[in-house]
């Protein structure tokens, strides 16, 4: 279970947060700025919740010490209406957000659970296998011994130290965040910050103002002054991923900060200079989009000064099995279900399958499998259809949402919100499809999102679409 440091000298305000989060979070209290410092240094929290008002220090301050301990624990300030500057102030400091009073209590739930997932991803390791190494490791880890993995360990270990720009290209769901985290965690910036983007779920209007943040009265529903990521992030790291499906406007923008370091929040003129090394990743053919005129070509040779690129799971030979077997590990921990013995039929159809999602698939469909399975025997009847010839993959219609309600309950879940939300998502996302026939852009505007929302969706839920649709979608656009 996740902990929270609640600094606040109210007691309504505790009283609440107790209330509210019993069960989700293991919640600790602090009522001053000594009790906090005292409380941080004893156990680091997952996240903080920091009221701007404390009796022996101000917010900005607590703020300031508890970052020259541990910069990476993001940090959630609660202000009034009068408050708001010294908020923001820290905000430019590199707190992660700030609330204003009275607190809505799903804007709260939606912000502590953003933190906490951005400081796990901040201070969980992504590991890289020694090479010749035997052992497989647990937690987040590139794993893979083909040559073509051991020359992207070698990349990040070349440019990790350097304080260059990087690309990382690759098919979907090869694991491009996790080379960007190893390359921030062996970087000289690893105690600063480090905040990922994904260009393509956040619309084209808003995602302007995330990465460069914009004065209040910038437009339509801007009631406060919003801090940027590139302003938050000050000598830290920004991964933007799908960075492919930026609009010409904001890549003009980015091609900014990277030569000189400095942009404009949205509707203001201050010119502001930020310190941020940049990690890029996309699945799109930036060469193609660049001679057609959708990606311009000056920010691709500024993004392209070194390049990662993974290879896709159906060329990896073994891998596919060193990592299903780490998965297996994984889920059955999570899921509390015995570690399963493997069917010979399970890891060849494992292997002859070419895996278009990549280890995302793979994920979803272990994860699935073990879901399924009864005995301590996985069978090839628990497997989901791995047919490439099939339009849609899912269990739509199949899914026991009790059995599967209890049995995160039973294994102690502390994210049985998120879980089940991912569930509903995927099988409202797959039903609508199915729907289409597969034509995405068909399926967007029924659910009232964007195609590029849609298609980060699928991507993340592992729902695959067939080649002969997506050819038919791309014509029907």
Not at 113 to 122: H, I, L, P, Q, W
Not at 163 to 172: C, Y
Not at 250 to 269: H, P, S
Not at 304 to 314: H, K
Request: aromatic residues 6%; negative net charge.
């Amino acid at each position: 279970m996740p902990e929270l440091l609640v600094i606040d000298d109210e007691p309504a305000i505790r009283h609440a947060f107790k209330k509210a989060f019993a069960g989700a979070f293991a919640v600790r209290f602090a009522g001053t700025a000594a009790e906090a410092v005292a409380e941080f240094h004893q156990q680091r929290p997952d996240a903080v919740v920091l009221d701007v008002h404390l009796p022996d220090a101000s917010g900005l301050d607590t703020f300031r010490r508890l970052k020259s301990i541990d910069a990476r624990i993001p940090v959630v300030l609660i202000t009034g209406h009068g408050t708001t500057d010294l908020a923001i102030q820290a905000i430019k400091e590199g707190a992660f957000e700030y609330l204003l009073k009275p607190l809505e209590l799903p804007e709260l739930r939606a912000t502590l659970d953003r933190a906490v997932r951005s400081g796990m991803v901040m201070r969980t390791p992504a590991r890289m296998p020694e090479i010749g190494e035997m052992e497989v490791p647990t937690g987040d880890v590139l794993l893979g011994r083909c040559p073509a993995m051991q020359e992207v360990y070698k990349q990040i270990g070349r440019v990790a130290g350097q304080d260059v720009t990087v690309l990382i290209r690759g098919e979907s769901g090869t694991g491009k965040e996790l080379v960007a985290r190893a390359l921030y965690q062996h970087s000289r910036r690893a105690v600063k910050p480090f905040l990922a983007i994904n260009c393509a779920a956040i619309p084209e209007p808003l995602l302007e103002s995330e990465l460069f943040g914009h004065e209040k009265g910038a437009f339509t529903g801007a009631e406060r002054k919003r801090i940027g990521k590139f302003e938050q992030c000050h000598g830290g790291t920004l991964f933007l991923d799908e960075i492919g499906e930026m609009t010409p406007l904001t890549q003009a923008k980015i091609l900014r900060v990277i030569q000189e370091q400095r942009f404009e929040r949205v509707g203001g003129g201050e010119t502001i200079t930020t310190d941020v090394r940049l990690i890029a990743a996309t699945n799109a053919d930036l060469e193609a989009m660049t001679a057609d005129g959708r990606f311009r070509k000056d920010l691709f040779f500024r993004l392209n000064v070194f390049t990662i690129t993974l290879p896709p799971l159906r060329e990896r030979g073994e891998d596919v099995v060193t990592l299903a077997e780490h998965y297996l590990r994984r889920f059955a921990a999570e899921l509390n279900k015995p570690l399963a013995d493997v069917a010979p039929e399970v890891w060849a159809a494992v292997q002859a399958y070419q895996w278009p999602g990549n280890a995302r698939e793979l994920q979803s469909v272990l994860k699935q499998s073990l879901l399924q399975m009864s005995g301590s025997v996985l069978l090839p009847d628990f497997l989901p259809p791995l047919d490439s010839e099939e339009i849609l993959q899912a269990t739509s219609g199949t899914f026991d949402w009790d059995t599967f309600v209890g049995d995160r309950i039973t294994a102690g879940t502390a994210d049985l919100y998120a879980e089940t939300v991912e569930w509903m998502e995927r099988e409202l996302l797959v039903r609508v499809l199915k729907h289409t026939g597969g034509n995405q852009l068909q399926a967007a505007k029924i659910l009232g999102i964007t195609r590029g929302s849609l298609r980060t969706k699928i991507r993340t839920l592992g729902i695959r679409i067939g080649q002969a649709v997506w050819s038919d979608d791309d014509q029907a656009e």
